[in-house]
Structure formats: structure tokens, C-alpha cells
């Protein structure tokens, strides 16, 4: 992620060479859906909370929703991986 293209200091989140997103864009069965899109949108919403250039009050309905599947995603996610650890020390 980078503030602006005039940045000295880009972060390479990660390198992916073959990700498959097709297969969301052009699913056999579902409806399509954009990965990107939502992976993009939610990178640079959370890069303005952290660096405090949103507040909530100026927060679109659209990027509300958005944080609150991402971070109930990372909630669920969280619980099953401390499930996990304690099925592992019994």
C-alpha cells in the first residue's frame, strides 16, 4: 500500500503470481463477484482510518457494510484459530 505515488516508503503486501480471481468474475455456479474490488476498496478505507484522514461521521453506508464483513470475517477467523490452539494442548 502506498499514500500517494510520490511516496519513498512502498509496502508490498504480497506476491501472488497465480490467484485464480477468475473464477470469481466468471463463476459455474453463483452469482459473479468482484474480489478485487473488495479487496482494494477495504486496503485503502482501513489506510485512511489508520491514518486518520476518515472519521466516522463521513463513513458512506458502502464502506460501513464493508468494514463490518471484513472485521466479522477477522472475528470468526480468530476464534476458530483459538479453538484450534486449545484442541491442540488437551
Known amino acids: 500500500m502506498v499514500d500517494d505515488l510520490n511516496t519513498s516508503t512502498p509496502r508490498i503486501l504480497e506476491v501472488n503470481k497465480a490467484p485464480a480471481f477468475q473464477l470469481n468474475y466468471y463463476p459455474f455456479i453463483g452469482q459473479p463477484q468482484s474480489p478485487l474490488k473488495y479487496i482494494f476498496s477495504s486496503l485503502v478505507l482501513e489506510q485512511k482510518i489508520l491514518n ?33 490452539i486449545e484442541r491442540m494442548m488437551n
Open 52 to 84: 486518520n484522514k476518515i472519521k466516522l461521521t463521513n463513513l458512506r453506508q458502502e464502506d460501513l457494510d464493508l468494514l463490518v464483513e471484513r472485521y466479522k470475517f477477522l472475528f470468526q477467523k480468530q476464534n476458530y484459530l483459538s479453538g484450534s
